[in-house]
Structure formats: structure tokens, C-alpha cells
């Protein structure tokens, strides 16, 4: 029993609560023009005294009345202006505050929130303000998240291409050369030898490989070396590994934006792949250029080239690479023609890197 009360109790506190939390503003409103009402009709009310009290002629009490209500007319006025200014000029800096703080909001600036003063219709929109700012730092968070876990994915798919194009093959070769030197081992001991000498070449081109492949995935050598550095050693162990002459024109050193670099290191690893594994090329050419605000990368072998319109789309590694220069607001220029040759041109401004917005272009010839 005693519970029931009490809860009627709080229902009622509640009700009451949520009464003024919704119309507390136009409650307070209320006030102010009752105010002002009740403040004019008392002086009409004094004006009127004041005509009625004075013994007087017709003409003078006519005269009277004219004055008093013209002077109670000019106080209404002050007096209401005075009013309507200090009810306002609260209403108004909470307007002015949500305002600023609407406009930090858009800028991307979430980290000041709005003083809530009442519990009012303004200071549930206060309330309600700073929420959706919340909710946008924590959506703005998750996003970032996804953009990482997006990277990894794309990242592991291309380590499971490159591991299914590389080294499952090699493995299979391998795995048939031991096992033709063991049918032959019984018969013909010299033919075994050679199949064991083959599975010795595979098994080194394999670790080669493997190295490489985890070589490509740690940019921590681009970070430590920088780029001019990084490209020079990765080139010195693709070269021996691929048997393909090379030859840099690289700065001593540049200082490109994190991005950039890494952008122009993963178009590099990508466009030597493409080398190594189609053009039947014997020599290739890399050059890294920094003018002014601009850096181009430029990657040219004397292979047996193709048709570029035919091509684009074939596999994911030119699309990757003409995204991936996209995305820093570069340009990617390849030309190439059978029996010619293939040459990659990569131009990109240094700053401002505008990541995500850059519109850029992928010309081809
Ligand atoms: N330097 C080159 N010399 C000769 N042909 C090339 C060269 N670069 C690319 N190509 C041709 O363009 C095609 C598309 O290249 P792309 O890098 O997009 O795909 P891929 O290398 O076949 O596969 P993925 O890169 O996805 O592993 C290649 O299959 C090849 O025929
Ligand atoms: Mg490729």
C-alpha cells in the first residue's frame, strides 16, 4: 500500500518536472507580457485617478487627460522597450551560443560543449546539441576504424594474391622435382641429382620470395630509411633476385609527406612487380623527382610492353595504383606499346595532400 503512494508521488513530481521541462520557456514568456500588461493597465489606472480627482473645467480636465496619457503612452514605451531587452537578452546569448556552437560543429570542431542552464525547451535543444556532437565523435571514430580495418583487409588480400601467385606455384614446382627424384632415385641416380638440384634452386627462389613478400609488408623501412633510401635498397635485392639490371636517379634526400611516400613506395613495389613477372624485360629505369611543390616518380623498363586500354582492369595492381595516387590528388601516366617498352609516370603537388576530396586522373597511351 505504502509503496502505491509513493509511487504516486513521484509519477506526480515527474508529470509536474516534465511540465516545465517542456514549456518552461513560454512560461516564462507568459510572465514577461503579464508584466507588461499589468504595468500598462496601472497606468492608465493612476492616469485616471489623476483626471478624475482634480475640480476642474471641461477645457482644463481635457487638456489634462491629453498630457497624462501622451506621458503614460512614452513610459509604456521605455518601459516595455527596457522589459522586452532584458527578457530577451538571455534568450538571445543562448541563441548566440548554440549558433557558435552549431558552426564549430561543421568545422569538424566537436570538443566544446554548450552550457545547459535550464531545463527548458532551450535547454533541451542545448542538451540535444551536445549529444549529436557526441554521437558524431563516436561516428567519426568508428569510420576511422573502418578506413584501418579496411587497409588491413585490402592489405591481407593482396598478400594472399601475391602468396598465390608467387610462392604456391614455386611450392608446386618444388614439390614435383622431389618427387620425380625419388621415382627416379632407384633407376637413374644422375637424372635424380638434377631434379634435387632444380628443387635446391626453387627452394631459395621460395625464401627470396618469402622474404621479399615480408619486405613489402613492413613500410617501418620507409619510416626509418626514407623514401630516396628505401627504394634503393628494395631495388639492389630485386634486381639480384629477378635478374634484371637497374638503374636510380634518386635525391639524396626528400622530405614528402608521410602519404606521399608511402603512396609512391607501394607504386614502385607494385609497378616492379609487374616487371618482374610480364615484361621479359633485361633492364629498368627509376627516377624520383622533386621540383618545387611538385614530385614525380617515374618508372620505365625496355620489356616486351602491351596494350594498356586492353589491359586496364586485367588484374588489381594498375587499378591499385591509380587509386592509390588518386586519393593524394596525383596523376598516373602510363605508356607502353608491344615491343616498346612500358614507362609509368607518377606527378603529384606536395601540398596541401588532400586526401579523400583530390579529384585525380589516370591518362593512358
Ligand atoms: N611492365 C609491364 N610489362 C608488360 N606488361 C605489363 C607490365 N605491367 C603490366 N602489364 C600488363 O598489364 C596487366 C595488368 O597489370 P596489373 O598489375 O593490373 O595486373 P596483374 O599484374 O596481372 O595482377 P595483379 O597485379 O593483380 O597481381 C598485366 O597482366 C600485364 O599483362
Ligand atoms: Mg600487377
Known amino acids: 500500500m505504502k509503496k502505491k503512494e509513493s509511487s504516486g508521488l513521484n509519477l506526480t513530481a515527474r508529470s509536474e518536472e516534465s511540465f516545465i521541462t517542456w514549456r518552461g520557456l513560454q512560461i516564462r514568456m507568459t510572465q ?10 496601472l497606468l492608465f489606472q ?4 489623476a483626471t478624475t480627482a482634480r475640480p476642474s473645467n471641461a477645457a482644463d480636465l481635457h487638456i489634462l487627460w491629453l498630457e497624462l496619457n501622451g506621458l503614460a503612452f512614452l513610459v509604456v514605451i521605455v518601459l516595455g522597450a527596457l522589459f522586452g531587452f532584458i527578457s530577451t537578452y538571455g534568450l538571445i546569448s543562448r541563441l548566440r551560443a548554440m549558433t557558435a556552437a552549431t558552426t564549430r560543429f561543421a568545422a569538424g570542431q566537436y570538443e566544446r560543449r554548450l552550457k545547459v542552464y535550464t531545463k527548458d525547451e532551450l535547454g533541451q535543444l542545448e542538451t540535444h546539441l551536445n549529444r549529436m556532437a557526441e554521437q558524431l565523435v563516436g561516428y567519426l571514430a568508428q569510420q576511422k576504424l573502418l578506413v584501418a580495418q579496411n587497409a588491413r583487409l585490402e592489405e591481407r588480400a593482396r598478400l594472399a594474391r601475391d602468396l598465390h601467385d608467387s610462392v604456391k606455384q614455386q611450392v608446386f614446382a618444388l614439390a614435383v622435382q622431389i618427387e620425380l627424384a625419388h621415382t627416379l632415385l632407384e633407376k637413374d641416380r644422375e ?9 635446391d634452386e626453387l627452394s631459395y627462389h621460395i625464401q ?5 613478400l615480408i619486405h613489402a609488408l613492413r613500410p617501418a623501412d620507409l619510416q626509418i630509411k626514407g623514401l ?19 638503374e636510380v636517379d634518386l635525391p639524396e634526400t626528400c622530405c614528402l609527406p608521410f602519404p606521399i611516400e608511402e603512396v609512391l613506395w607501394r607504386v614502385a613495389q607494385e609497378s616492379l612487380s609487374n616487371v618482374a613477372r610480364h615484361s621479359r624485360a633485361s633492364r629498368v629505369r ?3 623527382k622533386l621540383a618545387g611543390q611538385q614530385v614525380s616518380l617515374s618508372i620505365s623498363d625496355n620489356g616486351q610492353g602491351f596494350e594498356v586500354s586492353g589491359n586496364q582492369g586485367a588484374g588489381l595492381g594498375l587499378r591499385s595504383i591509380s587509386e592509390r595516387v588518386e586519393r593524394i590528388g596525383g596523376t598516373t601516366l602510363i605508356q607502353s606499346a ?9 606527378r603529384c603537388s606536395i601540398s596541401p595532400v588532400a586526401e579523400s576530396t583530390a579529384k585525380g586522373q589516370v591518362a593512358t597511351t
Do not use: C, F
Not at 32 to 41: N, P, R
Not at 191 to 199: F, S, V
Open 46 to 49: 493612476i492616469v485616471s485617478g
Open 338 to 346: 608491344h615491343g616498346q617498352g612500358t614507362s609509368m609516370l607518377i
Open 208 to 212: 627470396q620470395e618469402l622474404s621479399a
Open 32 to 41: 514577461s507580457y503579464i508584466w507588461v500588461t499589468l504595468g500598462a493597465v
Open 286 to 288: 627509376i627516377k624520383l
Open 228 to 246: 630516396p633510401r628505401a627504394l634503393e635498397d628494395y631495388l639492389t635485392t630485386w634486381s639480384r633476385q629477378n635478374k634484371i639490371a637497374a
Open 191 to 199: 637424372a635424380a641429382r638434377e631434379h634435387l638440384g632444380e628443387a
